[in-house]
Every structure is written in structure tokens, then in C-alpha cells.
């Protein structure tokens, strides 16, 4: 039942209880008096709903904005507007509309912005339920799963992981935080780290993994560390050689009147250990100071032709290939790799340099037929001063590493199951 007829109902009784007693008391007869009553009655009756009328359209009218409200619906507001309390509740629910509708807008805009962070993050993120299924995940989870073309959501944890590497799906069902190693599709290992965290979401509880690529970062932080303690030793060195240098000088000029083949060699051989550490310090102080790459455009053809000049080799690449790079440092990087193969004790004709380009990247290949390397030496390679060669340095491949990350690219090493190691360099394309 209404308000109106509700209101009504009171106007009539409230009516009827005035003119019951006037009609008693008039001096006519009783259908006379039924008839006024009805007519009363009528009268009152049309006239209570036709001032509540407008009354019942605003309270119609708050009752439907209110169901809005539960779906979520902020856009309507009520156009009653007379002076008296319906009209102040009328005004106080399009206030607090527009309110509503701008907190709304606000939290969605916000949502977005959320979306496409998260969407864009290099971390691979995955939310799954209380059902162990996927309720969100962004781009990089798809990739990192290899599940390009459709999403993830919906997907049950255990399916998703029956692709996964062993090493993910261990760390992932027991979650347990920390680093662990996996191969990528180019057989290159790389380190990750699980985070994981727990939450309440729609009075379910949600696991929430986070996958975060360490291998660079935890390279760079090697890095940092061996140019730290390079620099060390270099300043220790220098601040010995220049008195030591100094010194012998001044033997030399306190001597020149002796004439003694002993001592003469001593000088020289002082002299010449000199001039090694120089060269030695040098060439640690190149690999702790490389400066930022000054990227140009590379004509591989032409680099490949002053290297053949240096080095022999088989060359595999396309023609008029054209990328960005520091062409200095590229080609000190392609040295130092061609001067490996031939010292890996493979024939000149089996060493060849390849390069291609896989989507936005180019892909760098020294290849050769040596003896390759073990699992020990490979995990080692490229960590300075490390070197299985006896007048070895153990910056070729070091240094070759800081260049390639120096251009945002990265450097690998595995050995060829035909035998013979190779070395593979992937650069940005662009």
C-alpha cells in the first residue's frame, strides 16, 4: 500500500470524525444525510489526493534513486524542489548523488591507472583464490608462462604449473620466498625471487605471487662490487709504481759510472716489471671506468670487414643490417670474443660470427669448435680477474659483459653439442 492512499485513508477518518457529529445533529432526513456524508466523503477523498499527489511523486521518485543506489547508479537525481522537508531530502540525496558519482569516477579512473601499471610491470604478478584459481595476472605472467594469446584467469594453480619449470613450481606450491634459478629457452640460466603475500578480498582469502627477475640486477651489483675493489688495488698500485719508478731512475743515474752486466739486468728487469703492472693497472682502470656508450648507427658489414682485417673468421649475417650502438666498444666487445675462439685451440675455419635479429633485438653469435668449457669455468667466466689462461687477465670476458649491459643487452655462454663454445650477445635492435 502507498503513502498516498495510506495518507489519505487518515485525511478521510480524520474528516469523518468532524461531520459525524454536525450531521447527527442536523434536523433532515437520514438519506438526506447519508447522501451529504457520501458526498463529503468524496469530496475529501479527491481533494487529500490531490494534495498529496506531488507529496507521493517526490517520495516515488527518493524511492527509486535509493534502488539506484543499490546497483550502483549515481546519475539520477529527483527534481523535487519545493520548500518543505521532502524538498530538503529531495536536495540532500542529489548532493549527496553527485558526491557519489564523483567518487565513483575517481576510483575508476584510479583502477585504470592501477590496470595498466600492473599490467606493465616487468614483475610477473598472479592472484589466485581460495579454489587455487587464477583471478588475475598481467602481462609478463602470460609471457613468463608462455601463454601469450589468452589470459590466465580461471586457470587452476596446478594446471598453469604442469608447463612450468620444475625450479617455479616448487618454489610457487610450497611458496617459499627467496632466489631460485631456472633455463630460459636459450638454455641461459637465470635468477629469480618469489615474494608472496596473503589478503582478505571479497571475504576470500587470496594468495598473491610476485616473480621478480634478479639476474641483471644481481650481475650489476657483482659488477659494482669488482669495480669497487679494482679501483682499490689500482690506487694502491699507482701510489707504489710512482716511487718505485722514481727510485729506479735514481739508481740508474747513481750507477752510470758502474759498469755491471748484474746490475744492469737487475734495472731491467725492475724496469720492465714496471712497465707490466702500468699496462696490467691500465687495463683494469679501462674495465672499472667504461663510459656510457655513444650510440650510433652500426654498419655490421662494415665493422665485420675491419675486424676480418684483425681476426679470421666465417662470417653469417644479412646484408645491409643497420643498428644502434657505441661502434667503439662494440667492436673492442667482437675483439676480445674472436680472440678467445682462436685461443680455444679450434682451427680458424670452424670459428664463425653470426648475427641475426629476433623481433626488437639483435643476436650476436661468436662461434667455434675449441674444447669449450665446464659447468664450473662457464659459471665463472665472466666474473673479473677469473681466467683459466696462464698470462690471462680475466677481463676479456668481463669487460665484454660490462659492454654488452652497458647497452641494456646481456652476454651468455654454453657449449655447442657438436663441440666448441659459444657465445651469444643480445642487443636492443632499435
Known sequence: MN????????????????????LYLLQTH????LLLLTGIVFFCWQVSGYALRRFNQGMAGLETG?????DGEYASLLSYND??????????????????????HWIYQRELMLDKVLQNSPEVLLLINDRQQVVFSNWAARHFFHINNTKLEGLVLEELLNNAPEAVSNVILQAQEGLFSINNDSDEQQT??????????????????????????LSRQEV?????????????LNNSLGPISSMLNSGKLLTEQVQDERLN?????????????????????????????????????????????QWSFNADFPEGLVFHADPIQLEQLLINLLKNAHESGSEAGDITLRLEKKLNRVVIEVLDKGKGMSESVLSQALIPFYSTKNSGSGLGLALCREIAEAHHGHIALQNRQEGGLCVRVSLPGV
Open 83 to 104: 520548500n518543505d522537508e521532502l524538498g530538503n531530502l529531495s536536495r540532500l540525496y542529489n548532493q549527496t548523488a553527485e558526491k557519489l558519482r564523483a567518487e565513483k
Open 265 to 309: 739486468r737487475v734495472f731491467n728487469t725492475i724496469e720492465e716489471r714496471i712497465k707490466h703492472l702500468v699496462t696490467f693497472v691500465q687495463g683494469y682502470g679501462k674495465f672499472a671506468k667504461l663510459p656510457e656508450p655513444k650510440l650510433q648507427s652500426v654498419e655490421f658489414e662494415k665493422l665485420a670487414e675491419q675486424l676480418s682485417q
Open 66 to 70: 535509493l534502488l539506484n543506489f543499490l
Open 192 to 217: 629469480w625471487h618469489l615474494a608472496t603475500g596473503q589478503f582478505l578480498l571479497n571475504n576470500q582469502q587470496h594468495q598473491l605471487y610476485i616473480l621478480k627477475q634478479m639476474t641483471r640486477e
Open 30 to 33: 437520514v438519506v438526506n444525510k
Open 224 to 236: 659494482a662490487v669488482w669495480k669497487k675493489v679494482i679501483r682499490i688495488i689500482s690506487h694502491e
Open 3 to 22: 503513502l498516498q492512499l495510506k495518507l489519505q485513508k487518515v485525511v478521510l477518518c480524520c474528516t469523518l470524525f468532524a461531520c459525524i457529529p454536525t
